[in-house]
């Protein structure tokens, strides 16, 4: 009885340290800058749900190799320099790993060159192409580049025999990005720029640029920027009776811009990833499983269906999961396996 007493006595000991270790087993922390609140929280909110959502999933199913991911989040509002400064506090007092996002072109290329000296990965969650090229080895994106996102509406517009277009872009990272690929590849499609114009992220009316538009021979009108300014130019040409067709661009690609939009939104074309019309997708598309797992996952948590920008956030930390699954844990090692 007494042996059986000891042995016993051994075992509960060692389970208890088994569990001991286990719980105390060292976090690997990421870092997350993404705009919840300010003017892109349309993009933002999204990007944090989604990213936690995963993180928590991961988490449940044990970890990596047993070690819990800790989910550093902070809220940059769409500010580049508080961006710079959360990005600085991720890695001196937080000492993440590697870092998620931002939101925003602008935010990014702001963040680069903080995330490029200390030579932490970065996974932005942006489009701008200039965030990816020129390479910088530390520097990843998830978004589709704007450079695609052109080519798309401009093989929609060739293919009906569009070549007379007028641009209307935000003067910010994002639409200035936009601006360059639009003007840089127009001639490759055979288009003519009627009207290049420009408007600020927070105006508020847009009749004035598009009242030139509408004196001008355009036949289609290209708005470039997120939310809310998008929303405005397609208010103003309802308003102003505007008849032409009108295209944005993949950075309004959420039903929150047709909430901005309302009725103005409807006949605007626009390219975007399959995850928005995911249930629309025939069953032979590799993608369509996946992403209606992440949209149902999404609805079941937050009551809402996942969109295109969380999108960008669930490839970001399924990135860094690949390598870590790989058994890379620091800075450098997990550059490596990303690439």
């Given at each position: 009885?007494?042996?059986?007493?000891?042995?016993?006595?051994?075992?509960?000991?060692?389970?208890?340290?088994?569990?001991?270790?286990?719980?105390?087993?060292?976090?690997?922390?990421?870092?997350?800058?993404?705009?919840?609140?300010?003017?892109?929280?349309?993009?933002?909110?999204?990007?944090?749900?989604?990213?936690?959502?995963?993180?928590?999933?991961?988490?449940?199913?044990?970890?990596?190799?047993?070690?819990?991911?800790?989910?550093?989040?902070?809220?940059?509002?769409?500010?580049?320099?508080?961006?710079?400064?959360?990005?600085?506090?991720?890695?001196?007092?937080?000492?993440?790993?590697?870092?998620?996002?931002?939101?925003?072109?602008?935010?990014?290329?702001?963040?680069?060159?903080?995330?490029?000296?200390?030579?932490?990965?970065?996974?932005?969650?942006?489009?701008?192409?200039?965030?990816?090229?020129?390479?910088?080895?530390?520097?990843?994106?998830?978004?589709?580049?704007?450079?695609?996102?052109?080519?798309?509406?401009?093989?929609?517009?060739?293919k009906h025999k569009i070549t007379k277009v007028a641009i209307l872009t935000v003067s910010d990272g994002f639409g200035a990005s936009g601006r360059e690929q639009l003007k840089n590849q127009a001639a490759k499609f055979g288009i003519t720029l009627t009207v290049d114009d420009t408007f600020g992220p927070k105006d508020t009316d847009?009749?004035?640029?598009?009242?030139?538009?509408?004196?001008?021979?355009?036949?289609?009108?290209?708005?470039?920027?997120?939310?809310?300014?998008?929303?405005?130019?397609?208010?103003?040409?309802?308003?102003?009776?505007?008849?032409?067709?009108?295209?944005?661009?993949?950075?309004?690609?959420?039903?929150?811009?047709?909430?901005?939009?309302?009725?103005?939104?409807?006949?605007?074309?626009l390219p975007t990833g399959r995850v928005i019309v995911a249930d629309l997708l025939p069953p032979s598309d590799p993608q369509k499983k996946a992403l209606m797992t992440y949209v149902m996952n999404y609805k079941q948590r937050y009551?809402?269906?996942?969109?295109?920008?969380?999108?960008?956030?669930?490839?970001?930390?399924?990135?860094?999961?690949?390598?870590?699954?790989?058994?890379?844990?620091?800075?450098?090692?997990?550059?490596?396996?990303?690439?």
């Open positions: 009885m007494k042996s059986r007493f000891v042995r016993m006595a051994a075992l509960l000991l060692a389970l208890l340290f088994a569990a001991g270790a286990a719980v105390a087993a060292e976090p690997i922390k990421i870092g997350a800058l993404f705009s919840v609140t300010g003017p892109p929280s349309f993009l933002g909110e999204p990007e944090r749900n989604t990213a936690q959502m995963v993180v928590d999933d991961i988490n449940k199913a044990g970890g990596i190799k047993g070690r819990p991911i800790e989910l550093v989040v902070y809220d940059t509002t769409g500010d580049p320099t508080k961006a710079v400064q959360l990005a600085t506090k991720l890695i001196k007092d937080d000492n993440v790993v590697a870092i998620i996002g931002p939101s925003t072109t602008g935010e990014t290329m702001a963040v680069k060159p903080v995330t490029e000296k200390e030579q932490i990965p970065l996974i932005s969650c942006a489009a701008g192409i200039k965030i990816a090229d020129p390479v910088n080895p530390c520097t990843f994106k998830t978004a589709q580049n704007d450079t695609l996102a052109v080519e798309r509406i401009y093989e929609h517009l060739q847009m009749t004035a640029q598009l009242t030139k538009i509408r004196g001008s021979e355009a036949q289609a009108i290209i708005c470039w920027g997120t939310n809310p300014g998008p929303a405005v130019v397609a208010k103003n040409a309802r308003q102003l009776g505007i008849k032409l067709p009108m295209f944005m661009s993949h950075g309004v690609s959420s039903k929150k811009f047709i909430e901005l939009a309302g009725d103005a939104a409807e006949g605007i074309i009551g809402v269906e996942g969109d295109h920008f969380g999108g960008h956030a669930w490839d970001a930390v399924m990135l860094l999961k690949k390598a870590l699954d790989q058994g890379a844990d620091t800075p450098a090692t997990i550059r490596e396996e990303i690439e």
